[in-house]
Nanobody, 126 residues
Framework: QVQLVESGGGSVQAGGSLRLSCTAS????????MAWFRQAPGKEREGVAA????????YYADSVKGRFTISQDNAKNSLYLQMNSLKTEDTAMYYC???????????????????WGQGTQVTVSS
């Protein structure tokens, strides 16, 4: 069973930066897609960024392109999300997600992933 644990959330002023981390364990497949999602109160959970662990290809939602960077460290079984130029609308609970590569047909779609972390809160104030 894959387990994911996020960390790094917090409060920051608009224009600031945060780096989220996700540590994974229990992998049994050679390659995965891993992703960051976020959910603001009263809104649907939306995909933010994803990465293919087998080759490093990355995918971003239009709302974060140029501001957020997803990366991985396979040696540490870790996923990261560097968030720069944060806006108040980035305020949300951020979740790490993962699933084996053969199962993920759409990288930023919630239904593509079976494994989820518990989330970490990001609050951006004006």
């Amino acid at each position: 069973q894959v387990q994911l644990v996020e960390s790094g959330g917090g409060s920051v002023q608009a224009g600031g930066s945060l780096r989220l981390s996700c540590t994974a364990s229990g992998y049994t497949y050679p390659s995965y897609y891993m992703a960051w999602f976020r959910q603001a109160p009263g809104k649907e959970r939306e995909g933010v960024a994803a990465i293919y662990t087998g080759g490093g290809c990355t995918y971003y939602a239009d709302s974060v392109k140029g501001r957020f960077t997803i990366s991985q460290d396979n040696a540490k079984n870790s996923l990261y999300l560097q968030m720069n130029s944060l806006k108040t609308e980035d305020t949300a609970m951020y979740y790490c997600a993962a699933d084996r590569a053969g199962r993920v047909l759409t990288t930023l779609r919630r239904e593509s992933y079976r494994y989820w972390g518990q989330g970490t809160q990001v609050t951006v104030s004006s």
